[in-house]
């Protein structure tokens, strides 16, 4: 089976070679560039080379790819800029912050007080509300 696309996605047009990337790696499956809008210097994206919007959709051995090529660029990062952490981040529909609709891992350097708004406090939560979640959710897997 071929691949699909999406003649109106950026990053099927990065793929195709049609709009330039500082790419970092590419195999038969993934390619991995830097990101245009940083949170931090470093932080780069690995992504499908398909067009398959979202982790419910992707074929297994694709996402498995992808997590592939965004350990190599983390390795890569923790290797050369040494920062204090990295969060590998994915995100699946609006509802999410997702803004391209093309399966991607970004992989984030962090640096202390860096301000980047994806950590939380937690909070203890409802036992019965997480047993009754997690019913439906097994009774699906
Ligand atoms: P999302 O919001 O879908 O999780 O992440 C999309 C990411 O793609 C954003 O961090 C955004 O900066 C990046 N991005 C969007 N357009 C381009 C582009 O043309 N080139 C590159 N290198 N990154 C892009
Ligand atoms: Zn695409």
Redesign the pocket.
């Known amino acids: 089976m071929t691949d699909p696309?999406?003649d109106g996605?950026i990053?099927?047009k990065i793929v195709a070679g049609q709009v330039p990337c500082f790419k970092l790696l590419e195999d038969d499956k993934t390619i991995a560039f830097m990101d245009i809008n940083p949170v931090n210097p470093g932080h780069a994206l690995a992504v499908a080379k398909g067009?398959w919007p979202t982790v419910d959709v992707i074929p297994p051995d694709v996402i498995a790819a992808v997590a592939q090529t965004a350990q190599k660029v983390a390795k890569a990062v923790v290797a050369e800029l040494k920062p204090n952490g990295v969060n590998l981040l994915q995100a699946n529909g609006a509802g999410a912050g997702q803004t391209v609709p093309?399966l991607h891992i970004h992989i984030m350097p962090r640096r202390a007080g860096d301000q980047v708004a994806l950590n939380w406090e937690p909070k203890p939560g409802d036992m019965k509300e997480i047993e009754a979640v997690y019913k439906k959710l097994k009774a699906a897997l």
């Open positions: 696309k999406d996605c990053f099927c067009h093309h």
